[in-house]
């Protein structure tokens, strides 16, 4: 099936600072997802993008949808212990199935 | 609230047992799915579901069926569970005419162990 590269697989940073994190495919998507998955729990719905270049923030989360489409990056600024999580980049298609990427794994120390 | 619910969170069970797992959706729903999630290899799609009765095979099928006799409900079941199925399993839910474009709403997860 299609493959969705996600990096960094694990980030490790302290608490204020900026987090990056990107996706990249081979294939178009015409939407672009992103999920937060904590401990012990499901992935949650953060930021959806349906537009070539929309840029859409939530709190402080922004995320962006690729000119190309086949791309997407997540920022979180001034990171908080509460952040902690696996971040899931997810492309949608012409049908109704996702493909995740692998995960971004963030650690925030206090 | 909408919500999918899976009706373990913790399961511990024996080679070669059969293995049901259970989620519902209150969302009326069309499509439903069964990922399982494994450390380093992110969410891989076991089945998915279109409509009652439905189904079609996701990237990793093997050792699993599943059945959706209600639209509210699709089970996943472990024919005979092996250790190799130890393993965090997520249910999805979503709406039919969305072509990706409303994503999935996950359960909490069923973490399975065969020992």
């Known amino acids: 099936g299609q493959q969705l590269n996600q990096s960094p697989q694990s980030m490790f940073i302290q608490e204020g600072e900026d987090v990056s994190m990107n996706c990249t495919s081979s294939?178009?998507?015409?939407?672009w997802l992103w999920y937060k998955q904590e401990p012990g729990e499901g992935p949650v719905l953060l930021i959806a993008?349906?537009?070539?270049?929309e840029l859409t923030s939530n709190g402080r989360l922004t995320a962006q949808f690729g000119i190309t489409r086949k791309d997407s990056f997540l920022n979180i600024s001034a990171s908080i212990p509460s952040d902690v999580g696996i971040y899931f980049c997810?492309?949608?298609?012409?049908?109704?199935?996702?493909?995740f990427g692998k995960g971004t794994l963030l650690t925030v120390n206090p | 609230d909408v919500k999918v619910t899976q009706s373990s969170r913790y399961l511990v069970k024996r080679t070669g047992e059969k293995v049901f797992l259970e989620c519902v959706q209150d969302?009326?729903?069309?499509?439903m799915f069964w990922y399982r999630q494994d450390p380093g290899l992110g969410l891989r799609l076991i089945y998915f579901?279109?409509?009652?009765?439905?189904?079609e095979k996701g990237d990793i099928p093997e050792g699993y069926s599943v059945s959706r006799e209600k639209k509210e409900r699709f089970s996943l079941i472990l024919e005979s569970a092996s250790t190799n199925q130890t393993s965090m399993y997520l249910c999805?839910?979503?709406?039919?005419?969305?072509?990706?474009?409303?994503?999935?709403?996950f359960g909490s997860g069923t973490r399975l162990t065969v020992v």
């Open positions: 993008l349906y537009k070539a270049g």
């Open positions: 999805a839910s979503s709406p039919l005419r969305a072509p990706g474009g409303y994503g999935y709403t």
């Open positions: 579901s279109y409509d009652v009765k439905m189904k």
């Open positions: 969302m009326d729903h069309e499509n």
């Open positions: 294939s178009i998507f015409n939407t």
């Open positions: 997810a492309g949608g298609g012409s049908n109704y199935k996702l493909t």
